[in-house]
T-cell receptor, first 112, second 117 residues
Framework: SQQGEEDPQALSIQEGENATMNCSYKTSINNLQWYRQNSGRGLVHLILIRSNEREKHSGRLRVTLDTSKKSSSLLITASRAADTASYFCATVGGTSYGKLTFGQGTILTVHP | ETGVTQTPRHLVMGMTNKKSLKCEQHLGHNAMYWYKQSAKKPLELMFVYNFKEQTENNSVPSRFSPECPNSSHLFLHLHTLQPEDSALYLC????????????????FGPGTRLLVL
């Protein structure tokens, strides 16, 4: 079954550094989305990249998609302590009609 | 979290109790979802409602019973739960464009933290 799998499972960095998280999936997709979750709270949508796109930017976020390798990466530049959260990728397959399949997430800790 | 509210935020119940979780979206969306998030497991989709019609039941036990009276409200009725049902239950909504085949951005509520004793 199709599932986003994030790597690494946990990432610890200092404020100002860049954070890179990776996501791999198994089958073809319509789009891939990244979400953020603060501890015990709901998920917040960060960015959506479609299967025909290779790169997308939003503020300090940069997402890439390589459909040949079935992988995506999320880069957060100049990280801040407030970026501390769990980050999830979610994939939407060709016939799943809105069903998001989430990975287990990357826990990012940014130390001030 | 803005636009999708969930109540209660925390719930403790015994295995013989009956309780309901409520979700309300103020975004004009036409699709709503229930997810379960357990420790050390990926977020699991439970139910999908499109235009108030249930379009997906992801093999969820019958002790979970969803209800969608209109496109703004979604309930999850709980009865005779098990301790392993303890989790964070998240509601989400989206605007489904049928021509796009789905997969739009979903907006999540803050969740209900459920503990079954």
């Amino acid at each position: 079954s199709q599932q986003g799998e994030e790597d690494p499972q946990a990432l610890s960095i200092q404020e100002g550094e860049n954070a890179t998280m990776n996501c791999s999936y198994k089958t073809s997709i319509n789009n891939l989305q990244w979400y953020r979750q603060n501890s015990g709270r709901g998920l917040v949508h960060l960015i959506l990249i479609r299967s025909n796109e290779r790169e997308k930017h939003s503020g300090r976020l940069r997402v890439t998609l390589d459909t040949s390798k079935k992988s995506s990466s999320l880069l957060i530049t100049a990280s801040r302590a407030a970026d501390t959260a769990s980050y999830f990728c979610a994939t939407v397959g060709g016939t799943s009609y809105g069903k998001l399949t989430f990975g287990q997430g990357t826990i990012l800790t940014v130390h001030p | 979290e803005t636009g999708v509210t969930q109540t209660p935020r925390h719930l403790v119940m015994g295995m013989t109790n009956k309780k309901s979780l409520k979700c309300e979206q103020h975004l004009g969306h036409n699709a709503m979802y229930w997810y379960k998030q357990s420790a050390k497991k990926p977020l699991e989709l439970m139910f999908v409602y499109n235009f108030k019609e249930q379009t997906e039941n992801n093999s969820v036990p019958s002790r979970f019973s969803p209800e969608c009276p209109n496109s703004s409200h979604l309930f999850l009725h709980l009865h005779t739960l098990q301790p392993e049902d303890s989790a964070l239950y998240l509601c989400a909504s989206s605007f489904r464009r049928w021509t796009s085949g789905g997969g739009e951005t979903q907006y999540f509520g803050p969740g209900t933290r459920l503990l079954v004793l």
